[in-house]
């Protein structure tokens, strides 16, 4: 194992690095935690890359950048020699996406897209040692897609590897140290470095989100135990919460979530499956329009949700709503208590606030991004609190039921 995996738990990664965070930022946006790495079987430094399968990559792209605030950074398509499909990487803070549209008329992507929608295919991990997690996963009973092996330009050299999860959904393990060298470039072998033309608003803050913090994936009826143990076994990954019964129930549809995170907690994964109800939940709708299991939703972490939410809402992105009467309620607000920002205030902009043993949260969701109402985004800041927002579930599916109900799918 490189020395790169000593003390992960306790310093920044590259990505996180070049981001210009620092570890206390870190540990506030994202509820870091210190664990040691030498005990972990599967040692996991955290996120790398999240993989996008679209119908038209170039104009998602632009998306990304133009209301999302992104920045380009590299592209790989037929100008670099790849025929089958073009993949732009976009950056903010310590995130990185890579959208994949097809170009070649027999790309395996349109099929994908056809089926799925627009959606995650790839949830990339960097690892400290490709061969020591995949000696694991092997262990464990793990479906390996692809077996180690190494890509190099004259950035240097990647070692890859990927495993299957839930559905048509992969982990690509990355590997960015190899023989105690970095790797360079502005992805992985392949692409190379691309910059964009589009200017943002002046004024316009230099990023609207800084770190993801965690990805829900959305499985089959009786499967969530399934892929708990999965990442319990496989992966090493630790159980944060559960969320059952009333917990997570409204008067018309109901489901089931438990949490697993890697050692350090960067990696947080809720996975959620549908549960018996009067209606169909959140997730029987969106398995029935994913087309089976997949990635439900990301959470974006921001150290100012009321900058990043004026700032999407003037772009025209759409959130769930939420009704007056929750921020008119005494008892959440004597369970708050004090936070940054004034009731009223979250109340304009309809930011929903939770607080726990550990601290307090705001978050706010988006309207599904897409055509098909399944992938939508989080936005969450937080202050202390290592929770998912427990005490707005039922504000928020009651809100969420509405949006479907609009649809006639509830």
């Not at 019964?245 to 890697?262: C, E, P, Q, R």
Request: hydrophobic content about 40%.
């Amino acid at each position: 194992m490189t020395n790169n995996a000593v003390h992960a738990g306790t310093t920044l990664t590259e990505q996180e690095s070049q981001a210009g965070l620092d570890l206390r930022q870190l540990q506030e946006l994202v509820g870091l935690v210190d664990y040691d790495p030498s005990t972990d079987p599967f040692p996991v430094t955290g996120w790398d890359s999240i993989v996008f399968v679209v119908g038209n990559a170039t104009m998602t792209a632009h998306y990304y950048q133009s209301v999302w605030g992104m920045e380009l950074v590299a592209y790989a398509g037929p100008e670099t020699g790849n025929r089958d499909h073009k993949a732009f990487v976009l950056r903010s803070g310590s995130i990185r996406f890579v959208i994949k549209g097809a170009v070649a008329p027999d790309s395996p992507l349109i099929a994908h897209h056809a089926k799925h929608g627009d959606g995650v295919v790839d949830i990339g991990l960097e690892v400290p040692d490709v061969d020591v997690c995949i000696a694991q996963a092997k262990r464990a009973g793990a479906t390996i897609l692809a077996e180690p092996y190494e890509v190099s330009d004259e950035f240097g050299t990647v070692r890859l590897a990927a495993i299957a999860t839930y559905g048509e959904t992969r982990h690509t393990l990355v590997q960015r140290v190899v023989n105690g060298v970095r790797y360079a470039g502005p992805h992985v072998p392949g692409y190379v470095p691309r910059t964009s033309g589009f200017v943002k608003r002046e004024g316009s803050p230099k990023r609207l989100f800084q770190a993801l913090d965690h990805v829900v994936g959305n499985v089959e009826l009786g499967k969530m135990d399934e892929w708990v143990e999965f990442y319990n076994k496989v992966m090493g990954f630790v159980n944060m919460a559960e969320f059952v019964g009333d917990d997570i129930a409204t008067d018309y549809s109901a489901l089931m979530s438990k949490v697993v995170a890697n050692g350090n907690h960067r990696v947080k994964f809720p996975l959620n499956e549908p549960a018996i109800a009067k209606k169909r939940s959140q997730i029987d709708e969106y398995l029935d329009f994913y087309a089976g299991p997949g990635a439900q939703h990301l959470a974006l972490a921001t150290n100012d949700i009321l900058q990043t939410v004026d700032a999407l809402r003037l772009e025209g992105v759409e959130f769930l709503d939420t009704p007056d009467a929750y921020y008119d309620d005494p008892e959440l607000r004597a369970r708050i208590g004090h936070v940054r920002v004034p009731i009223e205030e979250l109340k304009t902009r309809k930011i929903l606030v939770d607080r726990d043993e550990d601290g307090y949260l705001l978050q706010i969701f988006t309207k599904p991004l897409g055509d098909r109402p399944t992938v939508f985004f989080e936005i969450i800041e937080r202050h202390g609190s290592l929770g998912f927002g427990k005490g707005n579930f039922k504000a928020l599916f009651e809100s969420i039921e509405r949006e479907q109900d609009k649809r006639g799918n509830l």
